[in-house]
């Protein structure tokens, strides 16, 4: 599975962005899209994730209330809306593709994408 992530970009605290993953290859039924985000000189941390039936979604909660994740299962592509954005969400975010359910701990997830900068200034 490839993942392609777009849609980062330097916003002011307040503002609203959605980032885009578009997933490709060897695209199934039962993965679990979602995203993770790294800060400088910090872990890569879980965001959000979606699963393959919509019928479950996964918040981290500092992101709770202000981001909202989807999916177009069609067009094998997940979204994430982020709301309210604040300096502390400036980081790397990563796509991730994950079988059935999405691991919290990074190093489980079974493929990634390439990261989209967020940059929110205050």
């Known amino acids: 599975v490839q993942l392609q992530a777009s849609g980062g970009g330097l916003v002011q605290a307040g503002d609203s962005l959605t980032l885009t993953c578009t997933a490709s290859g060897r695209t199934s039924s039962n993965y679990a899209l979602g995203w993770f985000r790294q800060a400088p000189g910090k872990e890569r941390a879980f965001v959000s994730a979606i699963d393959w039936k919509k019928l479950g979604t996964y918040y981290a909660d500092s992101v709770k209330g202000r981001f909202t994740i989807s999916r177009d299962n069609a067009k094998n592509t997940v979204y994430l809306k982020m709301s309210g954005l604040k300096p502390e969400d400036t980081a790397v975010y990563y796509c991730?593709?994950?079988?059935?359910?999405?691991?919290?701990?990074?190093?489980?997830?079974?493929?990634w994408g390439k990261g989209t900068q967020v940059t929110v200034s205050s």
């Open positions: 991730a593709a994950d079988w059935a359910i999405m691991a919290n701990n990074p190093a489980e997830v079974d493929y």
